[in-house]
């Protein structure tokens, strides 16, 4: 094999320890977001496992601080900063929302499946904020959980229910205002026959 393979292979494995790729997923994701969003989309997340807690994170991230406008990408490091502090210093994150973020961005649609409560050994979930509150910020949650899993490591993070935080003024045209919308359904199975779900659901022709 290629060293770039084994490389990938050993950075999968030390992934899957100590979770140190999330960052990195999280903020190429908004950063991507950010590059691509145009006035009118609705942004739709999905996710598995530990995937879904970080979509869970990424929809936290712009409830925290907007979605960055373009021309400002050199602040997204800093965004992230202000996100992962927000329980601890809630005092920057408006004010840099509105210096340098689109007005009235919203995810409309979270689908995850079985979102993972351990993110790795020394990544507490306790560092990512609003995890279990972030999907009131979205139109639509939908989660899909194991109702046979008993293994401590595949415990899921479930959502709190609480007040929606709905924009001071309407949304774009045609998005009119909406409130959180959140179900969360058990389906027969262990954490992977969920997996297994949401594969057949993802790559099925639509007819």
């Given amino acids: 094999k290629s060293w770039s393979y084994l490389k990938q292979v050993m950075d999968n494995k030390v992934d899957l320890m100590i979770a140190w790729n999330l960052e990195k997923v999280i903020i190429g994701a908004y950063r991507w977001l950010s590059n691509h969003y145009r006035e009118g989309d609705k942004i739709f997340l999905f996710g598995f496992s530990r995937g879904a807690f970080q979509v869970r994170a990424l929809a936290g991230m712009i409830e925290t601080v907007g979605l960055i406008l373009p021309g400002n990408q050199a602040q997204i490091p800093l965004a992230y900063e202000l996100y ?5 210093d809630m005092a920057m994150a408006p004010t840099f929302k509105k210096t340098f973020s689109r007005k009235d961005v919203r995810v409309h649609f979270v689908g995850v499946w079985d979102t993972l409560s351990s ?10 904020p609003r995890i279990g509150e972030c999907c009131n910020h979205a139109c639509y949650f939908r989660h899909a959980l194991a109702l046979d899993e008993r293994r401590v490591k595949f415990l899921p993070e479930y959502v709190h ?10 949304m774009f045209p ?11 359904v058990w389906f027969a199975g262990t954490h992977s026959d969920v997996y297994v779900y949401s594969q057949v659901l993802l790559f099925s022709p639509v007819y």
């Avoid at 993110?119 to 306790?126: D, E, N, S, W």
């Avoid at 229910?161 to 309407?170: A, I, L, R, Y």
């Avoid at 045609?174 to 969360?184: L, M, P, Y």
């Fill in 119 to 128: 993110v790795g050994l020394v990544r507490p979930k306790k560092m990512l």
């Fill in 84 to 88: 992962t502090a927000a329980d601890r």
């Fill in 174 to 184: 045609g998005q009119g205002r909406c409130t959180a919308n959140i179900k969360e």
């Fill in 161 to 170: 229910e609480g007040k929606s935080h709905e924009p001071d003024e309407p």
